[in-house]
């Protein structure tokens, strides 16, 4: 499955004319697809906005190519590990913050996706709270002390 995923993920990105490496690897069902090339700009976009396009449209083709679902996280020249840990980062800092103000704060309004990455990092703080509020696509999320 990794090699049928590695290709079409190449035949797909060549298609609309981009010269990438794509490596990919696996944890169970799920695939991590890392694609490597000296044209980010144009496939991780504006805030991330292009690439969250790419992984969707990505998704479809590799469906109707495999002919089954696949779960795969998408990364390019490393832009998502890297956001991944500003995220945590922000996270820890904004609880220290709630800790010495004893008040809530709340982020700007951000992707699913970035939400649950703070969710997941604060869920492990006992004195901490977390919760999303608010519509997409301006769902925010507020870290609070725990009462």
Request: aromatic share 8%; proline share 4%; glycine share 6%.
């Amino acid at each position: 499955m990794i090699d049928a995923i590695k290709t079409h993920t190449e035949e797909f990105l060549a298609v609309m004319g981009f010269d990438v490496e794509v490596e990919v690897g696996t944890e169970g069902e799920f695939f991590d697809i890392h694609i490597t090339t000296s044209e980010a700009d144009y496939l991780i976009g504006s805030g991330g906005r292009n690439l969250q396009d790419l992984h969707h449209v990505l998704k479809i083709y590799l469906i109707k190519r495999l002919e089954s679902r696949v779960l795969f996280s998408l990364d390019v020249n490393g832009y998502m590990r890297k956001k991944e840990e500003f995220l945590r980062e922000l996270a820890r800092a904004m609880a220290e913050r709630v800790r010495r103000s004893k008040e809530e704060l709340t982020l700007k309004p951000m992707p699913a996706r970035e939400r649950r990455i703070i969710h997941v990092e604060l869920a492990s703080f006992p004195d901490i709270n977390t919760e999303s509020v608010g519509i997409d696509p301006e769902r925010r999320l507020v870290v609070r002390p725990y009462p």
